[in-house]
Nanobody
Framework: VQLQASGGGLVQAGGSLRLSCAASGSSWDYSLMAWFRQAPGKEREGVSC????????YYTDSVKGRFTISRDNAKNTVYPQMNSLKPEDTAVYYC????????????????????WGQGTLVTVSS
């Protein structure tokens, strides 16, 4: 599966952005898609993940209530909607996918993924 992320940009604090990640390849290639972010000088952090089949969602605590993620299986695309953005949300955002599901919120651990998109930069100004 190939992943194409887009939608990043510059936004003021309190603003919103909608990212997207389109997966190419057969639909059975992946059952789980996730978003990660990496800020300068920091480790990559799991932001959210969604099951293709059940729609089960997980979010890291720092984005709960502000970020939502949805999927369009017909388009093989996942859409993170990021609201109430904060300067600390500034990072390069990556999407990732895997063939099989993993237990619960462990889907937020980058170790489970080998398929990654190229990343899209989100900059939140104060």
């Amino acid at each position: 599966v190939q992943l194409q992320a887009s939608g990043g940009g510059l936004v003021q604090a309190g603003g919103s952005l909608r990212l997207s990640c389109a997966a190419s390849g057969s639909s059975w290639d992946y059952s789980l898609m996730a978003w990660f972010r990496q800020a300068p000088g920091k480790e990559r952090e799991g932001v959210s993940c969604i099951s293709r089949g059940t729609g089960t969602l997980y979010y890291t605590d720092s984005v709960k209530g502000r970020f939502t993620i949805s999927r369009d299986n017909a388009k093989n695309t996942v859409y993170p909607q990021m609201n109430s953005l904060k300067p600390e949300d500034t990072a390069v955002y990556y999407c990732a996918a895997r063939t099989h599901r993993v237990p619960g919120s462990t889907c937020l651990n980058s170790i489970h993924y080998v398929n990654w998109g190229q990343g899209t930069l989100v900059t939140v100004s104060s």
